[in-house]
């Protein structure tokens, strides 16, 4: 079975850009989760999804947002981009038991 | 609210030698608590995981974590390091639907 599948691998962006991140759950998975990894750190949260609903959102500015498809794949959007916001982000699916998540490789995105 | 320590940025060991990632959380509720392992520029793969059952948790590449409430620990441990484990390793803490909250991780590293 495929695992999580995130499009693209990497980009590049400018400054006052947008980006739209893509995610595929593992088969069957109906919880999407979102995690942005800065070079040296740990994943921090930024939302989870669940049958198309927000069940959680991190410690993030207005300019995150995020939605679920009705086949329960999802997208990232991030607007008005900053430098700061140059991370992996990383795409997890689960099937709802308690805190397994299985990761995608993630979108590495450059912010010039 | 949940948070785990990882002490130690860099861990170094030789190859056959005993590997030791210590990992402190804090909860207020009984956790669930998780080690991944993430190699370079790939996402993150789940190694073991505590649940409440058994506090000797097992998990894959010979790794093994013991669960120790009186001191809040989850260290992660494997009695002979291989090359192949140089990596960044993630312990991160969970509770009912709570986020993942991980660590800000240890890079371990092999000498031969």
């Known amino acids: 079975d495929a695992g999580v599948t995130q499009s693209p691998t990497h980009l590049i962006k400018t400054r006052g850009q947008q980006v739209t991140l893509r995610c595929s759950p593992i088969?069957?998975?109906?919880?999407v989760s979102w995690y942005q990894q800065v070079l040296g750190q740990g994943p921090q949260f930024i939302f989870q999804?669940?049958?198309?609903?927000?069940?959680g959102r991190g410690n993030f500015p207005d300019r995150f947002s995020a939605r679920q498809f009705p086949n329960y794949s999802s997208e990232l959007n991030v607007n008005a981009l900053l430098l700061g916001d140059s991370a992996l982000y990383l795409c997890?699916?689960?099937?709802?038991?308690?805190?397994?998540?299985?990761f995608g490789e993630g979108s590495r995105l450059t912010v010039l | 609210a949940q948070s785990v320590t990882q002490l130690g940025s860099h861990v170094s060991v030789s190859e056959g030698a005993l590997v030791l990632l210590r990992c402190n959380y804090s909860?207020?509720?009984?956790?669930?608590l998780f080690w991944y392992v993430q190699y370079p520029n790939q996402g993150l793969q789940l190694l073991l995981k505590?649940?409440?059952?058994?506090?000797l948790v097992k998990g894959i590449n010979g790794f093994e974590a013991e669960f120790k409430k009186s001191e809040t620990s989850f260290h992660l441990t494997k009695p002979s390091a291989h090359m192949s484990d140089a990596a960044e390793y993630f312990c991160?803490?969970?509770?009912?639907?709570?986020?993942?909250?991980f660590g800000k991780g240890t890079r371990l590293s092999v000498i031969a």
């Open positions: 909860s207020s509720v009984p956790p669930y």
């Open positions: 997890a699916s689960s099937s709802g038991r308690a805190g397994e998540l299985f």
């Open positions: 991160a803490v969970a509770s009912g639907n709570t986020p993942l909250v």
């Open positions: 999804y669940y049958e198309k609903e927000e069940r």
């Open positions: 088969s069957g998975h109906k919880s």
């Open positions: 505590y649940t409440s059952a058994a506090t």
